[in-house]
């Protein structure tokens, strides 16, 4: 294969960079002072957090144009509710508001007299607290939502009267009782030998529904339902028979939204370690050569990035969702990882070079590097705007555009920073006093005498300053090891079992988001999901089944049409049959037995007041025209069953609107669970289409990286490999593919390039014609930066390990596994890999057989992580 340079970009950079970092280097107070003023002019933006933050649940983790969210605007249009005459909770195209509890028996039945006792007085305590607005008080009887002109009642607590005498001595049938469906009010049942008595249950639920007909009822009962939150557990604490969880319709949003304020402080962590880190790293026994300002400036680079970027957005309006909270955790790497590949670039340049000249050759050498992996990790972070969630669209955003602005600030803050440093190197001054030093120990000094009062030193030979001896390990030791056919074997061995292992995870990976997630572990909401999920799990939604159109409802084709699409869908393994409700069966059942003719129009439509008068709710179910003399649309219902968990509820959702559409008459299915329902038929087909399309895009940067265009494919295939690798671990992991975590599989495309694609890159590019002398140069050069840039990326997420919140130990997780996976990848599996393939090498015109290798200059060159991209010196060779 034809050897070839793709420099075509290559080089300008490389002008460009060199005179930039001349510039840099002869103004260092300007381009220090200047990003230090914009950050704190553009930080202000801040001020604005408060108005673009934006915590509301239901629109950043639902598909924007979900389907559910379209049919509810017509069920609100046609079917609105009546909170003060006719609630109907089944009828409700919200969740509505409200407060719910739910009463575990300590005893295994909660059907005894003395725990319905203290049922009842905690329903009376709810009932009967108060609160005072505007001078008048308020209690859940002036708020509650009604029926027939009385408070919706609990179906069990009705049947039974209220009465604890009854509990023992009253059959109850389940799962209807007394012409009620009390399966969602009574849980954890166990039925008597025929089936159909409840012979004891371990949990009761009370439901207590508010009006929100209209604004000034809706701001009352919020205010009541703030005062049960503040009231509650109301002594149930020192209960004998009972355990109580609660819940309300505003707690799942208000606890979601305390997570920012539990989080910032993490932020404050991450930083120290991450400076800790940089620290120890740049470290050095040579008072004067110490890198420690250098590397606490590094930090604060990223830190200013950050400030700079959020203030931006938040001044331009973008909304900032809770989720883009990960971002700054994972900038602070990125920048740290860029900080090492500048620094490193610097430290191989000639000492007694002037500044503006050492700065010119660190900035042609690793700015044109960080270019590289700044571009495809923005990129990525662009993609992913693509999404149909707006949490994801805020994460990549703000993450994007501060990945960039974070390139920025190294160029040209920390790049000043590197300056100052060196003429205090070049003045040979101490890294604290700053007062100049000795370069040479005198006779008879002490240890710590040299420690802190002689530097400078550096290698005599090539002029720089000396490298550190981990390198000499990846060549000695290293290298040759991993390079043994042995070592090859048992690697390869390793990564079918990684490959095996990971695509087993991918096809067990569970899909969307649990609900219970966007609360913190300790959240009082986690016991009420624990104990719905553990009795009242068996039944589901009761979802609405629409006719969206007039139709002749008359007509007995219509009617046949009608029966038997919900025929199909009683028959769905997801539906209940002996549970639906329809109006038009029980109207066609009593027409037929009081002998009133329904066949025509008129006689159908003048005949329904009767049938109102025998079901008043069914009211609600039918929508007339204005001059009622037609039925502009209709609604019955059916019973969702065994669908607790994602994988059902996805294929129930499929299911059911598969066979509406098989109608033909026009058919929607509705419940509030839907709209998040909505997610799971999303979540996999817009993860893959990002993922490729992210891929594609990494192919292209890779061919323009790397000359050969076999050994590019090598680098998409890596890509493939760590991304299959984090999605099959996260199965094991216990994390979901949903919104949070898909983005951070496009993000994986991005930063898993920064492993793979350099040591292609640099494997390419030696000289020697030895396939394993070529991989032992490589670790060489690129086997400590990239553990050392694993290691900041991986510290700058660390913290959220600890986080008590899902969405914050996901985002640890899926960078854990992409990190560790890429590195992996980066210094086992490729360098052995590409020895298997002997185009991925130089083709040499037969002169120089093997003898003419530079690999002390090749290293020179590729002295970082992503150096793999050649400078301007290499590619003009």
């Known amino acids: 294969m034809a050897w070839y340079q793709t420099d075509c970009i290559e080089k300008p950079l490389c002008r460009a960079f060199r005179k930039l970092g001349t510039c840099v280097g002869q103004n260092p107070w300007q381009f220090l002072l200047i990003p230090l003023f914009v950050s704190g002019g553009l930080g202000a933006g801040f001020c604005f957090f408060a108005e673009n933050e934006s915590n509301n649940i239901e629109d950043q983790f639902t598909p924007i144009n979900g389907p ?19 609630f109907s909770r089944q009828r409700l195209y919200t969740e509505g508001t409200f407060a719910s509890l739910i009463a575990v028996s300590k005893d295994g039945n909660i059907l005894t007299k003395v725990a319905f006792e203290e049922i009842l007085l905690l329903d009376k305590k709810i009932k009967d607290f108060q ?33 604890p005498h009854l ?41 207590y529904p508010l009006r929100e007909d209209d604004e000034a009822y809706k701001r009352l009962s919020l205010l009541w339902i703030e005062k049960f939150l503040s009231e509650f557990p109301m002594d149930l604490t020192y209960s004998s028979r009972i355990e109580v969880s609660h819940f309300t319709s505003i707690s799942r949003q208000e606890e979601f939204e305390k997570t920012s304020k539990r989080i910032i402080p993490l932020f404050s962590v991450t930083y120290l370690l991450s400076i800790s880190f940089s620290i120890l790293s740049c470290m050095r026994l040579d008072c004067v050569k110490n890198k420690i300002w250098v590397a606490a400036m590094g930090v604060i680079s990223a830190g200013l990035a950050v400030l700079t970027g959020f203030g931006l957005l938040l001044f331009c309006g973008m909304s900032f969702a809770i989720n ?51 571009l495809t990790d923005v990129l990525a972070f662009y993609i992913g705007i693509m999404t149909p969630f707006r949490s994801v669209q805020s994460f990549c955003v703000y993450t994007g555009t501060t990945v960039l602005l974070c390139f920025i600030y190294n160029v040209t803050f920390f790049g000043a920073v590197l300056a100052l440093n060196g003429k205090r190197e070049a003045s040979n001054k101490h890294w604290l006093t700053f007062r100049k030093v000795e370069e040479d120990h005198k006779p008879g000094e002490s240890k710590f005498h040299g420690l802190c009062c002689v530097g400078g030193t550096y290698d005599q030979d090539l002029g720089t300053e000396s490298e550190l001896k981990v390198y000499f390990f990846f060549k000695k030791y290293y290298g040759p090891f991993l390079t043994n056919r042995w070592t090859k074997a048992i690697v390869v061995l390793l990564y079918v079992g990684y490959l095996t292992g990971s695509i087993y995870g ?31 799990s068996k039944y589901g939604p009761r979802v609405m089944v629409t006719v969206t159109e007039p139709v002749k409802y008359w007509d007995s084709s219509v009617q046949d049409e009608i029966e038997t699409c919900m025929d199909r869908l009683e028959n769905n393994s997801y539906v209940d049959p002996e549970l639906s409700e329809s109006w038009l069966r029980v109207y066609i059942d009593y027409t037929k037995k009081m002998s009133i003719g329904i066949r025509e129009k008129n006689t159908f439509i003048g005949n329904l007041p009767k049938l109102f008068k025998f079901v008043s709710s069914f009211q609600q179910d039918i929508e007339l025209s204005e001059d009622n003399m037609s039925i502009t649309a209709s609604r019955f219902f059916i019973q969702i069953v065994n669908a607790s968990d994602p994988f059902d509820q996805k294929n129930m959702l499929i299911e059911l609107r598969n066979l509406t559409n098989e109608c033909r008459i026009p058919l929607l299915v509705y419940h509030p669970a839907f709209i998040y329902f909505d997610q799971f038929l999303v979540i996999v087909t817009n993860t893959v289409q990002n993922v490729i399309i992210a891929a594609i895009a990494m192919l292209v940067i890779s061919l323009l990286l790397v000359p050969n265009p076999v050994c590019s494919l090598w680098v998409t295939f890596a890509i493939a490999s760590v991304l299959v690798g984090v999605a099959g671990f996260m199965a094991f992991w216990g994390v979901n593919l949903d919104s949070i975590s898909m983005i951070n599989l496009v993000v994986c495309i991005g930063f898993s390039v920064d492993f793979t694609a350099h040591i292609t890159y640099a494997f390419v590019s030696n000289d020697k014609t030895n396939a394993n002398e070529r991989a032992i140069d490589v670790l060489y050069a690129l086997g400590y930066p990239i553990l050392q840039g694993a290691l900041s990326t991986i510290l700058g997420v660390a913290v959220l390990s600890i986080a008590g919140s899902y969405i914050f130990r996901t985002f640890f997780k899926i960078m854990f596994l992409v990190i560790f996976f890429g590195a992996v990848h980066g210094i086992v599996f490729m360098p052995v890999f590409l020895t298997f393939l002997q185009t991925c090498g130089k083709q040499h015109n037969g002169a120089s057989n093997g003898q003419s290798s530079n690999a002390h200059s090749y290293r020179h060159v590729h002295h970082s992580i992503v150096n793999g991209d050649a400078s301007c010196e290499l590619t003009e060779k």
Request: aromatic share 12%; hydrophobic share 40%; glycine share 4%.
């Open 131 to 163: 609160f005072i607005d505007n001078g008048t008080a308020y209690n859940y009887y002036n708020l509650c939502a009604r029926t027939a002109n009385t408070c919706f009642s609990n179906a069990v607590l009705a049947l039974l009267h209220y009465d």
């Open 506 to 536: 991918c096809l067990h990976i569970k899909e969307g988001i649990d609900l219970r997630n966007l609360a913190f572990d300790d959240s009082y909401l986690i016991k009420f999901y624990d104990d719905e999920s553990n009795f009242f």
């Open 324 to 374: 883009t909270a990960n971002a700054p955790f994972l900038i602070l790497g990125i920048g740290v990882d860029d900080m090492f590949i500048m620094l490193a670039s610097w430290q191989k340049t000639k000492v007694h070079n002037r500044i503006e000249d050492r700065l010119a050759e660190t900035y042609a050498e690793a700015a044109v590097s960080i270019t590289i992996t700044t």
């Open 68 to 86: 559910a969210k379209s049919v509810r605007e017509f069920i609100k249009e046609h079917f609105p509710t009546n909170d003060s005459q006719f």
């Open 167 to 207: 509990v023992e001595s009253t059959n109850i049938s389940y799962p209807i009782a007394n012409h009620a469906f009390i399966a969602s009010t009574v849980g954890g049942v166990e039925l008597d030998e025929n089936g159909t008595i409840i012979k004891m249950a371990k949990a009761l639920k009370l439901h």
